[in-house]
Every structure is written in C-alpha cells, then in structure tokens.
C-alpha cells in the first residue's frame, strides 16, 4: 500500500491531476546498496600500495515501471531506471529504460537501453554480483582494454526480443544500432552490436549458452561504444564473445561455473582484448539467514602479439546476513592479483573502485556492507 501511495505521489510530480487514474498502475522500485571500504591499490616493484577507506555506492538504483492492458492477451509496458550514488547523494547515469509491449504466449519487444542477452545470461551466477568482488572486473571484456565496448553491457539504441517461458528455456536476443551519426569511413561502417542468449533451469540447475558480436565504425552513437576512427577505415573491426554458464543449487549449498572465450581483430596498436577466462564459485547457507561465499575468477592472457604476463586472477570470501527478506548485511574480502605485464582494476562496478597503482599490482579490499531492496 505504501508503495503504491509512493508511486501515485511521484506520477503526480510529472502529470496532470487529470491523468493520474491512468499512472495508478506504475510501480516504485530500486536497491539502496552502500559499503564501508578499505583498499589498497597493490604494492608493485619498489614501491608499496597506498591504503584507503571510503563510503561506496555499488549500483544504487532508482525507477519507475507499469504497464497498460491492451486486450487480446496484449498489454504496453514501460521502466525508466536511474543510478543513484547514495554516497554523494546525486542521480547518474541511465539504466535500464526503455518501453514496449508484451504477450504472455510470445514474449516482449522493447525498445530504448537496455542490457545485452549476453550480460544477463549470467548474472545470477556471481555470488558476489554489484560489489567489489564482482567478477566482472576480469570478465565480460569491460575491464579488459580501454578501446573497446565490452560485452557485459547496457547499450542504448537497442531493440531487444525476450521469449516467454518454454517448459524452463528462454531466449532473447538484442541489436544495437548506431547509425545515428553520419562517417565518411571508406568502408561507411557505422557501430553496431548483436546480442543473443539462451537459459534452461529445471530443478536445482540452471544451464546458460550466449553470444555477442560488436562491430566499430569510424562513429558511434551507443553509450560505451567508442569510434576507433582511423583504425577501422580501412578494415571492418569487430569484436566476439560466447561464453557458457551453469549452476547447481539445493537448500544448503549451490556451486556455480562460467567459461569465456573473446576475440577480436583490432590487433595490438589498436587495443586488442581476446582472451580466456573461467569463474568458480560456491555458497555455503549455515543457517537459514547467513551464507557463507567463496568464488574464484581467472583471466588468461591478451591475444596481442606481446601478450606475455597480461592475466589475472582473483580470490574472494564473504558472509552475508539476511535482516529481513529485502534487507541484508554483508562482509567480504578480494584480492586481484595481475601478471607482470596486466594492471586490471578492482571494485569496477563501485563508486569506490580502486586503480590497480600499475601493472603487476594486486589491490585488495575489505568491505562491510548493506543492501536494501523496495
């Protein structure tokens, strides 16, 4: 009840009173998740990492979502999303948003930002999802190179089909469009991305497949998409992902695995990010409110040509305690640790991320750390 009087309350903010009996049907929602951190940024070679505590904001979120019912087993459905840094009090970046239209017999069409099939196919596999020891800091291309989009993404200009549920498997699949710039590239390549994914759970497994390919042109109009320019005027680049996903899960424990492979042909000059990685994890529940989390993640080295000591591991453990069903506690520590010649950062998806002081660095952090979900 209280939530709705929140919503109709917001809605009233942006429509007129005469249209409220339309919006009574949007809904709030949104995570408050924050840390307390203490980081190191890794010792390297003659000199020692420099320590630090802080208060972090780990994908906060705020939105808005509804829908109309259209009739026919038809309805219309919307979601506006935003970031919220709770800890400088401040709305960010975009999520999530985009609007439609669903059938429960065919699926859902969306259109505006939203994340690839391939970043969701296994997001519920990472025990420590959205904090410092979250194992995209070595997976799904982000972290890799600076030059290139990555794959664990939230790309606007999208269109993006979700399949309903099949006896347990559902698919879905997504296009980035990024023709909205005009180039004058030799080959008038405009950056674009394609997405695809598939689940299957039954019982205490799930399994997961996915596959993603991104093509640069010499302009771009897709958030985290850069245009390489002058590098790919002459060539079509591109870069590739699958990666396969499984989980077991019964009430005391759940055990969870993830193999990447990606590539690329942007070659070294241009920032080149094909490479290997796998994740291992494990979850212990002790009592019915506390969990006890160990995961493991390893990326191997760059494809480059001088790809020698350009991988990484990283361990991490945590205790969570669930308060209530929507509010949890939590404490951990994470450890990466970079080849010679790697300087992968930690806590990339934190306000608090900690830059690796340089390559062959290993930053670490311990967090404490709450999350409140409305």
Known sequence: MKKNLLALAVAGAFVAPAAMADNSNVNVYGIAHVAVDFTKNGDIVGT????????????????????????????AIFQVERSVEIDAGSLSTARNTFAGVAGDAWGSLTLGINDTPYKSATRGLDVFADQFADNRNLMGGVAVKNATAGFDQRFNNTARYDSPDMSGFKAGVSYSAGAENNTNSALNVKGKAWSLGGTYATGPFFGTLAYQKNTFGST???TNFPALGAACAAQLCDEKAWKLGAGYKVDQFAVNGVYEKTSDNLGNAAGGMGHKAYYLAGTFNATANDAIKLAYTKAGKLQDGNAADTGAKQWS????????KRTAVYALYTKLDNDAAASYNLGTVSTGAVTAQGAGADPSAFSLGLRHSF
């Open 48 to 75: 020692s990492g420099v320590n630090t505590h802080k208060i972090s904001s780990n994908q906060s979120r705020i939105g808005f979502k509804g829908s109309e019912d259209l009739g026919g087993g038809l309805k």
């Open 220 to 222: 771009s109009s897709i």
């Open 317 to 324: 453990i945590g205790v969570d305690h669930n308060l209530s």
